[in-house]
């Protein structure tokens, strides 16, 4: 997979429009693809990505535990309840649903609909967020300003949440917005008051899976008090032909901690367990977690970090905002004491594997694993060192 490292490659997504003026705009170009009746070529997927395991029988919905946080903060059989929920979840697939977490539906409601807001501005007011390139901050149609095939059939808005220690007067959200101008003022209250109480969510759940890993209430919280998340709205247009392309593709997700809630009850979200794709439905007023690599290598491989993708439908649109919990820049990733006597993964910072997944590599389902080798490339057996980070036969690094 070679990265386009700049919106001059959107020539190659015009060229999928038959030809025209190269438009220096991939956003655009995108959305005038897809009013097309068929799929254009860049977002057709491999049948390996996009369709059932032949062998997997038909398995039905995921049957995630709903953890109820509040219970578990709230006395000792509420703790034990939660900690046997998660500790079976994540050593299996990674999910669970979580209840009692405080957040006012009023504000996922809010949060939800600013989305949609958003997505429904015209093409020019949305290219105001733009992604810087390099970053994962910023508007993004189909990540065509990096990708050039197996493009996601999605847009995206994402941004920086650092949670300072409480004292601080943590405003981050509300600046990014107000970068954006004046009309965009409103939705920077809404998403600085909804990753405030995204914050406390996680807070809870690191409290339940440090109790579960035995080593305490506080040390993942104390861990991540710092922490510099990262807020993503996705938007999943209607699709002509669903069954040829994704809205998001197979991955794990790199950060620590995902906090999932899904718009209403149009399902896209599943995940692979025992070879088959199981849809997790989306389940009123519960948010949907999962384990990412970062937390993976935290317990040195004792919780899973594990595959999940959205598909996308022919006549609904859908909406999701993931809430990617990610340790302090500078932090080492390191498992305590204890976790086992073979490491799995290198020590790294979360800066540096941020920066590995945009700039270097597309997350996919070997994110950690190709990371940990361009942290410590294999040694060569007598042949000259590699000059510079390897990559993986099927990505080539930023040109
Ligand atoms: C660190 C991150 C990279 C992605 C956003 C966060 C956590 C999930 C990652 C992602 C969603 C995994 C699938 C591929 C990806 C490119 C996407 O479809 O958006 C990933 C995100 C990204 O690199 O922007
Ligand atoms: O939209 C969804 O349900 C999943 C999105 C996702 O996995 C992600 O953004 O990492
Ligand atoms: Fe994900």
């Known amino acids: 997979m070679v990265y386009i490292s ?8 015009v060229a999928a429009k038959g030809g025209g003026e ?9 959305l005038d693809l897809w009013q097309q009746p068929k799929i254009p070529a860049p977002f057709v997927w491999p049948r390996a990505d996009v369709a059932l395991p032949a062998s997997s029988p038909p398995t039905g919905e995921l049957d995630v535990p709903v953890v109820d946080l509040a219970a578990a903060l709230r006395d000792a059989a509420g703790m034990r309840r939660a900690v046997a929920q998660v500790a079976a979840a994540c050593t ?6 979580v209840s009692g977490h405080g957040v006012p539906p009023s504000l996922a409601r809010a949060a939800l609909d600013g989305a949609a807001g ?9 290219q105001r967020a733009r992604r810087a ?21 999605k847009e995206t808005l994402s941004f920086g949440h650092s949670h300072a220690n409480a004292a601080s007067n943590n405003s981050s959200v509300a600046d990014y917005f107000s970068t954006l101008g004046d009309d965009f003022k409103h939705l920077g209250e809404v998403y600085q008051e909804y990753c405030e109480a995204m914050e406390e969510v996680t807070k809870a759940i690191m409290a339940v899976l440090g109790e579960s890993l035995g080593v305490g209430g506080g040390y993942y919280r104390e861990f991540f008090e710092d922490s510099s998340s990262i807020m993503r709205c996705n938007y999943y247009p209607p699709c002509p ?44 007023g519960a948010f949907v977690v999962n ?48 976790a086992g006597e073979r490491r799995l993964y290198p020590d790294f910072t979360w800066a540096d594997f941020m920066r590995f997944t945009q700039r270097q590599y597309r997350a996919d389902t070997r994110t950690l694993d190709a990371f940990a080798r361009w ?17 993986t036969a099927t990505q080539a690094a930023t040109v």
């Open 291 to 338: 384990i990412g690599d970062t937390f993976m290598a935290l317990t040195n491989g004792r919780y899973k970090s594990c595959l999940h993708r959205a598909v996308v439908h022919q006549e609904q649109e859908r909406r999701s905002l993931a809430f990617f919990l990610c340790p302090r820049e500078d932090r080492v990733v390191r498992p305590p004491a204890g």
């Open 375 to 391: 942290l410590r490339p294999p040694a060569c057996s007598g042949a000259a060192p590699a000059a510079g980070p390897p990559t």
């Open 6 to 13: 700049n919106a001059q490659d959107a020539s190659k997504l």
């Open 133 to 153: 390139p390099g970053t994962v901050t910023g508007y993004t149609a189909a990540h065509a300003d990096r990708f050039v095939s197996n493009l996601p059939w």
């Open 22 to 30: 190269a438009d220096d705009d991939a956003a655009a170009v995108v």
């Open 92 to 97: 299996s697939h990674g999910f669970f649903q």
């Open 241 to 284: 032909e669903p069954e040829r392309t994704l809205g998001t593709g197979p991955h794990c997700d790199p950060s620590a901690l995902t906090v999932l809630l899904q718009d209403g009850d149009v399902d896209g979200l599943q995940v692979l367990v025992a070879g088959a794709w199981r849809p997790v439905r989306p389940l009123p």
């Open 118 to 126: 958003f997505f429904r501005l015209p093409p020019a007011a949305k």
